[in-house]
């Protein structure tokens, strides 16, 4: 037997909920975006990439995501998909299908121009100052 | 017998795969993110390692739809870049060790980790990105390859305790195998970042610092940080760097700090690398 060192589970459901800005991708958002998800897997597929791009509305009709989802699709409101149990990386191909660069996609759910999230990376990126605790915990 | 004879962390930034395809590495943004990894290039040139047991994680192209698996172990003959959506990579197709793999996976299994064996998959910027950032751009990858993939998206990932031992055991399954190879295991991902949400763009120098400045002299101390501390101190993304402590697991005591790099941004990203030699 190892003699490593046992931590506890290492989180509570009221932890997590405390830190700003950033949703924990679950189990339930896993199987609450299957759908959705589904559709951003196909884009890994030139042919379903030019599908879409041709006909959105009828690309889309293929997949039974939810009508909250496919208006975030149509929308391209990466914060609202994922509220809807979405998550960035397959939410990306989304983004890569439009030729955005990830830096581009991310930066839009930080409610900054695409210029003013970029120089703030360049400048170090966002603090955790500030940015720890919702109840200032931390 | 086979040994493992060093450990390399790096991210694996999947515009740096970009940059490269691109032949943007010598813009003046790109340009100081490669040089930090000039020194490691000419190492693995002397190094010549046989294998490199690759810990990734896949980015939803292979898995995290219909499986989600906490370990896997590829065990396949090669592995072909996947179409993450804007065509796949211009690079090599990599070439596993399956007897090798095989080897591994069956000891694992039986030092009780309960690996997901796969014998078919695509690989994404997870694997292509560190494998160019230490061979460069080259016609074929000079090593093979077993790809340990973790689940760091869907929560809960294991702990980054849990991580450790698994690297552990790897060690022992590395020196129980007969034939003469000189292995290298790479952790990669992190460091900070999170790239959702309003606290998108997080970077946590102060904590990525302390990941590398315990690394190789004070994992016990890596070992107790909790999934929470993770995603409070290095985004939502970072929690990736849990993969460099199975790296660190199989390492043994001692190793020795032969390279290290530390860079801010990458896209969204903390770009953190180091080489650290087997005692």
């Given at each position: 037997?190892?003699?490593?060192?046992r931590p506890g589970p290492g989180y509570d459901a009221a932890d997590l909920a405390d830190?700003?800005?950033?949703?924990?991708?679950?189990?339930?958002?896993?199987?609450?975006?299957?759908?959705?998800?589904?559709?951003?897997?196909?884009?890994?597929?030139?042919?379903?990439?030019?599908?879409?791009?041709?006909?959105?509305g009828a690309y889309l009709d293929r997949f039974a995501m939810t009508p909250e989802q496919r208006q975030g699709v149509v929308d391209r409101d990466f914060n609202r998909l994922i509220g809807l149990g979405g998550n960035i990386y397959f939410l990306?191909?989304?983004s890569n299908t439009d030729g955005w660069s990830v830096q581009r996609a991310v930066g839009t759910m930080a409610g900054m121009s695409g210029d003013d999230y970029a120089a703030m990376m360049v400048a170090g990126g966002r603090s955790p100052v500030g940015n720890r605790s919702i109840k200032g915990a931390h | 017998m086979a040994r493992i004879t060093a450990g390399v962390g790096t991210s694996h930034v999947p515009a740096i795969g970009a940059a490269i395809d691109l032949g943007k590495s010598a813009e003046p943004y790109w340009a100081p993110v490669f040089a930090g990894y000039d020194w490691s290039r000419a190492w693995e040139h002397e190094a010549k390692p046989d294998v490199v047991i690759l810990v990734?994680?896949?980015?939803?192209t292979s898995l995290m739809l219909e499986v989600v698996p906490t370990f896997d172990i590829g065990c396949a003959d090669s592995y072909t870049p996947a179409d993450e959506g804007w065509g796949a990579r211009p690079v090599p197709v990599v070439e596993g060790h399956a007897e090798f793999a095989a080897h591994i996976a069956e000891s694992l299994i039986i030092d009780?980790?309960?690996m997901t064996i796969l014998n078919e998959m695509e690989v994404d910027h997870g694997m292509t990105v560190p494998l160019s950032l230490l061979f460069g751009s080259v016609e074929r990858w000079?090593?093979?390859?077993?790809?340990?993939?973790?689940?760091?998206?869907?929560f809960p990932p294991p702990s980054g305790d849990r991580c450790y031992r698994l690297g552990e055991a790897i060690a022992r399954a590395v020196a129980s195998f007969p034939e003469d190879l000189n292995v290298q295991i790479w952790g990669t991902g992190g460091m900070s970042h999170q790239l959702q949400g309003p606290r998108a763009g997080l970077i946590n120098r102060e904590f990525d610092t302390a990941f590398l400045d315990r690394l190789a002299d004070d994992p016990a101390a890596l070992r107790k940080i909790t999934h929470y501390e993770y995603l409070r101190e290095a985004g939502s993304e970072g929690i990736e760097l849990i993969m460099w402590l199975i790296m660190r697991g199989a390492l043994g005591h001692d190793p020795?700090?032969?390279?290290?790099?530390?860079?801010?941004?990458a896209s969204n990203t903390a770009v953190g690398h180091i080489v650290l030699e087997a005692a």
């Amino acid at each position: 037997m190892s003699d490593s060192p046992r931590p506890g589970p290492g989180y509570d459901a009221a932890d997590l909920a405390d830190i700003p800005g950033t949703t924990i991708f679950t189990t339930a958002s896993s199987r609450r975006a299957y759908q959705l998800h589904r559709f951003c897997m196909s884009l890994m597929k030139a042919e379903n990439r030019a599908a879409f791009k041709a006909d959105e509305g009828a690309y889309l009709d293929r997949f039974a995501m939810t009508p909250e989802q496919r208006q975030g699709v149509v929308d391209r409101d990466f914060n609202r998909l994922i509220g809807l149990g979405g998550n960035i990386y397959f939410l990306v191909k989304i983004s890569n299908t439009d030729g955005w660069s990830v830096q581009r996609a991310v930066g839009t759910m930080a409610g900054m121009s695409g210029d003013d999230y970029a120089a703030m990376m360049v400048a170090g990126g966002r603090s955790p100052v500030g940015n720890r605790s919702i109840k200032g915990a931390h | 017998m086979a040994r493992i004879t060093a450990g390399v962390g790096t991210s694996h930034v999947p515009a740096i795969g970009a940059a490269i395809d691109l032949g943007k590495s010598a813009e003046p943004y790109w340009a100081p993110v490669f040089a930090g990894y000039d020194w490691s290039r000419a190492w693995e040139h002397e190094a010549k390692p046989d294998v490199v047991i690759l810990v990734f994680n896949d980015h939803a192209t292979s898995l995290m739809l219909e499986v989600v698996p906490t370990f896997d172990i590829g065990c396949a003959d090669s592995y072909t870049p996947a179409d993450e959506g804007w065509g796949a990579r211009p690079v090599p197709v990599v070439e596993g060790h399956a007897e090798f793999a095989a080897h591994i996976a069956e000891s694992l299994i039986i030092d009780e980790f309960d690996m997901t064996i796969l014998n078919e998959m695509e690989v994404d910027h997870g694997m292509t990105v560190p494998l160019s950032l230490l061979f460069g751009s080259v016609e074929r990858w000079p090593v093979r390859v077993v790809p340990v993939m973790v689940n760091v998206t869907q929560f809960p990932p294991p702990s980054g305790d849990r991580c450790y031992r698994l690297g552990e055991a790897i060690a022992r399954a590395v020196a129980s195998f007969p034939e003469d190879l000189n292995v290298q295991i790479w952790g990669t991902g992190g460091m900070s970042h999170q790239l959702q949400g309003p606290r998108a763009g997080l970077i946590n120098r102060e904590f990525d610092t302390a990941f590398l400045d315990r690394l190789a002299d004070d994992p016990a101390a890596l070992r107790k940080i909790t999934h929470y501390e993770y995603l409070r101190e290095a985004g939502s993304e970072g929690i990736e760097l849990i993969m460099w402590l199975i790296m660190r697991g199989a390492l043994g005591h001692d190793p020795v700090v032969r390279h290290r790099f530390y860079h801010v941004p990458a896209s969204n990203t903390a770009v953190g690398h180091i080489v650290l030699e087997a005692a």
